[in-house]
């Protein structure tokens, strides 16, 4: 099955920082998702990308298909950011470890 | 957008009982949903996935006579955990492939086997 690699697995950034998280996958893919997990557990849809680029406010992904990996960018980070940030790829969505992102006040 | 309802959103039961969790989308129809499940401080676990009318499709290591998937409607799958126990626990969470083949997630119901 295919492979998912994010990193980095933690990250601590003070408010206002920029950040990039990284998905790389290990086969070609029609079907790629960001997703923030909330302290409740809720998954929430930030992009659908499996190639190309979109934002969205703060929130940007490029998705590079061929070269097989995807970003996320966040910008002017703020504490309500903090949760864990997962890529899902494939027809039936493997996730990545993903990566836990801590904004600090 | 799309919604995906889960229920119930946590319970608790006694070894050797059984457990059914519903997962529902709400206002679109979904041939496709999938199940995962989640320990702490981990990532998702594809469990199976489950297509409207057939049999599921269970990832390897999954017991499918002790997770019961049924997609009985384009609206509602459900999973059944038989003879829960306390190494069931976990936080399960399904999913539906929407009309754009973008996927939605439910809530996740929080399961503990005492």
């Known amino acids: 099955g295919i492979q998912v690699e994010q990193s980095p697995p933690d990250l601590i950034l003070q408010e206002g920082a920029n950040s990039t998280l990284r998905c790389n996958f290990s086969?070609?893919?029609?079907?790629l998702q960001w997703f923030h997990q909330n302290p409740w557990g809720q998954l929430i849809n930030l992009f659908y990308i499996p190639s190309g680029t979109k934002q969205n406010g703060r929130l940007s992904a490029t998705t590079v298909a061929t070269e097989r990996y995807s970003l996320l960018y966040i910008s002017s980070s703020q504490t309500t950011d903090s949760g864990v940030y997962f890529c899902?790829?494939?027809?039936?969505?493997?996730f990545g470890a993903g990566t836990r992102l801590t904004v600090k006040p | 957008g799309a919604v995906v309802s889960q229920h119930p959103s946590w319970v608790i039961c006694k070894s050797g009982t059984s457990v059914k969790i519903e997962c529902r989308s709400l206002?679109?129809?979904?041939?496709?949903m999938f199940w995962y499940r989640q320990f702490p401080k981990q990532s998702l676990m594809l469990m199976a996935t489950s297509n409207e009318g057939s049999k599921a499709t269970y990832e390897q290591g999954v017991e499918k006579d002790k997770f019961l998937i049924n997609h009985a409607s384009l609206t509602l799958s459900t999973l059944t955990v038989t003879s829960a126990h306390p190494e069931d626990s976990s936080f399960y969470i399904c999913?539906?492939?929407?009309?754009?083949?973008?996927?939605?997630f439910g809530p996740g119901t929080r399961l503990t086997v005492t």
């Open positions: 899902a790829v494939g027809n039936d969505m493997r």
């Open positions: 206002d679109f129809q979904a041939t496709t």
């Open positions: 086969d070609s893919v029609n079907n």
């Open positions: 999913s539906a492939r929407g009309p754009a083949y973008e996927q939605y």
